[in-house]
């Protein structure tokens, strides 16, 4: 198995174990030899902290979803060009934290056309897409019952970006108005299409079982993508 100069990215709905497997992946990577970057989606730079600080701002609430989407890409583009590309160009391997496969989930279930979130996030990336996505799948009611949250979102927040703060760690959300579960379960089903639709190879996982099992089902697919 060869991941030298490979971009992977583990995404996926919350709850499915991304840390963790992440985790797992660069201790395996780094064990047989290889040298891994690690990378997170949105922010990741100097500048892309900036823009995510900005997304967060709640003194933002008129922001146009199009503007929304354009500074999420803007993040990611500064990411490719500082961070991922250098190192792929370096022989390492990159594992991130998400990347456009959530935008197309998160802000898709929220009504932003799915063709348009394709061709911003080829822009932005300058054709640099992951080699491999691996999706952590399991159903959103499982997902919130691991991490003991609720969907739940500002008031205060645009319709677009509420669907997107679950791809902010540590995002503090309002109780008050929760997001339907119906919408969770728009943004699995979007997750499962992308083997599909998304550039690069996709594999779903079952991330329903142990932390191990799922492990067992990553390796097999990077066996499988980088004999």
């Not at 279930?109 to 897409?129: C, S, T």
Request: with cysteine.
């Amino acid at each position: 198995m060869n991941v030298a100069g490979k971009f992977i990215v583990v995404d996926g709905p919350d709850g499915g174990g991304k840390g963790t497997q992440l985790a797992r992946l660069e201790r395996s990577i780094s064990a047989a030899g290889g040298s891994v970057v690690r990378a997170k989606d949105p922010g990741g730079t100097e500048i892309g902290e900036r823009v995510r600080h900005l997304l967060l701002l709640e003194e933002n609430p008129g922001m146009d979803p199009r503007c929304e989407a354009l500074l999420f890409m803007a993040s990611r583009a500064q990411l490719i060009a500082e961070v991922v590309r250098p190192a792929l160009q370096s022989g390492q391997t990159v594992l991130c934290d998400r990347f456009i496969s959530a935008t197309y989930a998160y802000q898709g279930a929220a009504g932003f056309p799915l063709d348009e979130v394709l061709a911003l996030g080829g822009a932005a990336v300058g054709g640099v897409w992951p080699d491999l996505t691996l999706i952590l799948d399991l159903e959103p009611e499982l997902g919130f019952a691991r991490t003991g949250r609720t969907p739940a979102i500002s008031r205060k927040r645009s319709s677009a970006l509420r669907g997107q703060m679950a791809m902010f760690d540590g995002a503090v959300v309002d109780a008050i108005e929760q997001r339907p579960i119906e919408y969770h379960r728009r943004v699995r089903q979007l997750f499962r299409s992308l083997p599909d639709r998304y550039p690069g190879r996709v594999v779903l996982i079952d991330a329903a079982q142990s932390a191990d099992a799922v492990e067992a089902q990553v390796q097999d697919a990077l066996r499988k993508t980088f004999p």
